[in-house]
């Protein structure tokens, strides 16, 4: 049980890197505010994900998973900024 919770972990942790890298390079291009945290928006993104599989597995019903994305992408675009291509 302790190997397939290490194996589960570690599967986590490398979609977690994946999308924190892209939101830390959306950050560091001035995309998202300085005061925006990639590393818990990169958790609450997997979270959303993975919260949402488990209920559209469990209702057979794809809406929860898309209303989790949906809310969490929005949550991301309102944070993003204009980048100021003439600098």
Known sequence: MLNARRQLASGFNRWETAIRHGLAAMHQRGELPKSADPDRLATATLAAVQGG????????????????????????AALTTTVDDTA
Do not use: G, K, S
Not at 53 to 70: C, F, K, N, S
């Open 53 to 76: 599989l488990i209920l559209t597995q469990v209702t057979r019903t794809t809406a929860p998973l898309e209303a989790a994305l949906d809310e969490m992408i929005a949550h991301i």
